[in-house]
């Protein structure tokens, strides 16, 4: 049983090491998420500061804007700043709904394309193929295109592959 529990350790590092080198190559600052189902915000860089936050929602944008060897200062979509384990974030990118309303999701990147949904404020998606102002914007096995302005986690002029 022991043995299982270290191979089962072993291979989630394996997993979770791509995602960290790919973090500690970036230069802030830079869009990622939350990997984890859980992940604490601190004071400073180190186990030791205290956390200010729990997050319990993965795939949420945050923004990096400082790096320390194993830990980056980040800030989520209420401005609030701190710093988490680099092997709490992904690289995978995502957006979360802002405003008051919801926001049409349009079968392309047009505002007078077909809305295919809505989403509502504080929905998170990943997004894709970013250009000229408009983002493909997935939530499960929905997809469409939304305004990047009516998103947090891309910024507006950016190309996103």
């Given at each position: 049983?022991?043995?299982?529990?270290?191979?089962?350790?072993?291979?989630?590092?394996?997993?979770?090491?791509?995602?960290a080198q790919a973090?500690?190559?970036?230069?802030?600052?830079?869009?990622?998420?939350?990997?984890?189902?859980?992940?604490?915000?601190?004071?400073?860089?180190?186990?030791?500061?205290?956390?200010?936050?729990?997050?319990?929602?993965?795939?949420?944008?945050?923004?990096?804007?400082?790096?320390?060897?194993?830990?980056?200062?980040?800030?989520?979509?209420?401005?609030?700043?701190?710093?988490?384990?680099?092997?709490?974030?992904?690289?995978?990118?995502?957006?979360?709904?802002?405003?008051?309303?919801?926001?049409?999701?349009?079968?392309?990147?047009?505002?007078?394309?077909?809305?295919?949904?809505?989403?509502?404020?504080?929905?998170?998606?990943?997004?894709?193929?970013?250009?000229?102002?408009?983002?493909?914007?997935?939530?499960?096995?929905?997809?469409?295109?939304?305004?990047?302005?009516?998103?947090?986690?891309?910024?507006?002029?950016?190309?996103?592959?």
């Amino acid at each position: 049983m022991r043995r299982l529990a270290v191979m089962a350790a072993v291979a989630a590092a394996m997993v979770a090491q791509p995602a960290a080198q790919a973090q500690r190559e970036r230069q802030p600052p830079y869009w990622a998420s939350i990997s984890a189902g859980k992940a604490l915000m601190r004071t400073g860089p180190g186990r030791t500061y205290p956390a200010t936050w729990l997050y319990v929602r993965a795939d949420l944008p945050i923004r990096v804007i400082e790096t320390y060897p194993s830990w980056r200062k980040v800030q989520d979509p209420d401005g609030t700043t701190g710093w988490m384990l680099v092997n709490l974030l992904s690289d995978t990118r995502t957006a979360i709904v802002t405003g008051d309303a919801a926001r049409p999701l349009h079968e392309s990147a047009d505002a007078g394309a077909r809305v295919r949904f809505r989403a509502e404020p504080g929905v998170v998606g990943r997004i894709s193929r970013c250009a000229s102002g408009w983002c493909q914007f997935a939530v499960g096995n929905r997809r469409g295109f939304i305004r990047t302005e009516h998103v947090w986690g891309v910024d507006a002029d950016e190309v996103v592959k």
